[in-house]
């Protein structure tokens, strides 16, 4: 049955039909302030039936009514009895639309089911009740929609719900928690007014089939061409990177697309907490950690069948991987990987840190402890920053640091920051990498020739975007042809070599 009727208006940005005849979104502009907002167009819920399935909905979780809410017209006989009049009519279109809400409510995600379904958005935010809720459209940044949690009460259950979906807990004792929804999409929420001064709060980064690719982050303007051409160079050759940053400045995003570059005969192993990176390469291990149950043990400090990263890493040096890629660096696990790094494998790694001083800073302190000396196998440092730009804000690569000389007598390091952006958002390079030259030596190539391979890439990857040839399966077979036959792309693309 049909329960919303409606069609692409004239000044609408965008429309979309996210679920036939009920749920349906539109980005508009508004003429008067050029403001973009997002509409979720859901089915007319009138007062005759909201009451109804609010209380449905409420013993259902409560554990009371849990009859099968398909079963409508038993729903509709027990509350319509106790909570209005006999004669309270229903149409099969009040039926239908009732079911709809009963099942959103109980089964799917209440108010944001429509926007998890979106294709288009990708994070959704909530600052808090009465407050229009925030998504992420790759067009147009972040928009505010026409969904809103009325109060704390209504937006407190929401999280404890969509939290016990997942599988976990949220409670006054543990307010604060980041978990994966069934669908594969990561949350952070909290509760109360313990942790944000603004009550309760939630964010999603849904789920992505295909992550973004270099391609993707050029045209978002995150870095320039000849940044990815470089950062390819190093990836093939084979480099110890981390990216760095602040809370979600699109390190994970970033490591995910360098990935890309990876060379596919070479076997990657990738450890994380929540699954994010994906991979489209054949030799790609991705192990998950598991969190244990009960109380800590006092001699292990663990909980029974916990499984961290460190335990993680520690199993995957024995497939004797090429590269090993931790999804966040926390703990003790960041040692094994720069004693790895030191020798022979190669890690990639993000870690929580605004500048490679901060970063340096916090790898030789405690809890993780990692020597100068072991500190040199790092190359370079991806610094990830936001910034806010005409009231927009946008993820840049911040700078490029690469580690150039460690003294191990008196503890002093060297940085080259090959690439760092200006105040107008473009970026400059320093004029020489050290990385270049390191790999240059290594395998006996003219630096000269190490920079014309960094040109020859940036007009690869120029030449993609010129002919729209962007999407992930259009790189990702770019990349697996220049592996097997680099002539035949160059030629392909008309890049000068
Ligand atoms: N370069 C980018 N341009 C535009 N949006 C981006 C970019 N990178 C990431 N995003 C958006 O920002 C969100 C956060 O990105 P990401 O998860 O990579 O950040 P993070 O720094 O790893 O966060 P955290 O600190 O939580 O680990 C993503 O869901 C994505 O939609
Ligand atoms: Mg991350």
Redesign the pocket.
């Known amino acids: 049955m049909t329960l919303v009727r409606i069609e692409k208006g004239d000044e609408d940005l965008s429309f979309r039909e996210i679920q036939a005849g009920t749920i349906y979104s539109r980005i508009l502009r508004d003429p008067l302030d050029n403001k973009i907002t997002y509409e979720l167009i859901e089915p007319q819920i009138d007062q005759k039936l909201d009451p109804i399935y609010r209380s449905y909905v409420r013993d259902f979780m409560n554990g009371g009514d849990r009859k099968p809410f398909d079963n409508t017209p038993d729903l509709l006989k027990g509350k319509g009895r106790k909570s209005s009049s006999p004669e309270l009519q229903f149409t099969p279109l009040d039926l239908e639309i009732l079911r709809y809400y009963v099942r959103r409510d109980t089964l799917k995600y209440g108010k944001i089911t429509g926007l998890l379904l979106d294709p288009d958005v990708?994070?959704i935010s909530c600052e808090g009740s009465n407050k229009h809720i925030y998504v992420?459209t790759k067009e147009f940044g972040y928009i505010p929609t026409n969904v809103v949690f009325k109060d704390d009460e209504d937006l407190n259950f929401f999280i404890r719900k969509i939290i016990q979906d997942s599988g976990k807990n949220i409670s006054i004792a543990d307010p604060i928690i980041d978990s994966t929804l069934p669908d594969g999409s990561r949350i952070q929420a909290s509760i109360g007014n313990y942790v944000t001064a603004s009550g309760p709060a939630f964010s999603i980064?849904k789920f992505r089939k295909e992550p973004?690719t270099p391609l993707d982050?050029i045209r978002?303007g995150?870095a320039s061409t000849e940044i990815f051409a470089y950062l390819w160079v190093c990836i093939e050759y084979g480099s110890n990177m981390i990216v760095t940053?602040?809370?979600?400045?699109?390190?994970?995003?970033?490591l995910n697309s360098i990935l890309l570059f990876i060379p596919q005969n070479l076997k990657i192993i990738t450890i994380e907490d929540t699954r994010?990176l994906r991979l489209p390469h054949e030799n790609w291990l991705s192990l998950i950690s598991r969190e244990g149950t009960g109380k800590n043990d006092p001699e292990s400090g663990k909980r029974i069948g916990e499984i961290d990263m460190f335990d993680l890493l520690t199993a995957s040096l024995r497939h004797r991987p090429n590269y090993i890629v931790i999804g966040?660096v926390r703990g003790r696990e960041a040692f094994t990987i720069f004693q790895a790094m030191s020798t022979g494998r190669y890690g990639l790694a993000?870690f929580?840190a605004e500048d490679i001083g901060t970063l340096i800073h916090r790898l030789e302190a405690k809890p993780i402890n990692i020597p100068r000396s072991l500190i040199g196998s790092l190359d370079a440092a991806i610094v990830?920053g936001n910034f806010v730009f005409k009231g927009e804000t946008?993820?840049r690569v911040k700078a490029i640091s690469e580690v150039m000389a460690v003294d191990s007598h008196h503890g002093d390091m060297t940085v080259n920051n090959v690439y760092s952006i200006n105040s107008d958002d473009t970026f400059r390079s320093s004029g020489f990498s050290y990385i270049l030259e390191k790999i240059g030596s290594r395998y006996g190539i003219p630096v000269s020739v190490m920079e014309r391979d960094v040109r020859i890439r940036k007009n690869i990857l120029e030449s993609m975007i010129r002919q729209n040839k962007v999407s992930y399966k259009e790189f990702t077979s770019m990349i697996f042809s220049f592996y097997h036959d680099r002539d035949a792309v160059i030629d392909a693309f008309q890049a000068e070599k």
């Open positions: 990708e994070d992420f980064r973004f982050l978002l995150t940053g602040g809370t979600a400045s699109g390190k994970t995003v970033m994010e966040e993000t929580h990830m946008r993820r």
